[in-house]
């Protein structure tokens, strides 16, 4: 069973940075697409960000935060991040990595993902 673990979320200031980390145990994470999702308070999960094992140059991003965002990955470290370069309070949401075992493309749904981190806090503040 792979385990995903989050961390790096909390409050952060609209112009301020935050970068969200999730490492995986195991030995395959180099053959996982991962992505990252998020759920504010009433609405559903939505994807925000993936990468698959092409690494960086395979990044594609929720129309929400293109541009804002950028997401990268760090096989040697079995981590994935999530960069929130230019938050607004408009991301306040428990943000939660996953991890395809498939690989692929990539998916920006919640279905196509086998394994889940236990979710971080994100909270911006204007």
């Known amino acids: 069973q792979v385990q995903l673990v989050q961390s790096g979320g909390g409050l952060v200031r609209t112009g301020d940075s935050l970068r969200l980390s999730c490492t995986a145990t195991?030995?395959?994470?180099?053959?996982?697409?991962m992505g990252w999702f998020r759920q504010a308070p009433g609405k559903e999960r939505e994807f925000v960000a993936g990468?698959?094992?092409?690494?960086?140059?395979?990044?594609f991003f929720a129309d929400s935060v293109y541009g804002r965002f950028t997401i990268f990955r760090r096989n040697d470290k079995n981590t994935v991040y999530l960069e929130m370069l230019s938050p607004k309070p408009e991301d306040t949401a428990v943000y939660y990595c996953?991890?395809?075992?498939?690989?692929?493309?990539?998916?920006?749904?919640?279905?196509?993902?086998?394994?889940w981190g236990q979710g971080t806090q994100v909270t911006v503040s204007s």
């Open positions: 996953a991890a395809d075992e498939s690989g692929g493309s990539g998916s920006r749904y919640g279905v196509d993902y086998d394994y």
């Open positions: 195991g030995r395959a994470f180099s053959t996982y697409t």
């Open positions: 990468i698959n094992t092409l690494g960086r140059l395979s990044a």
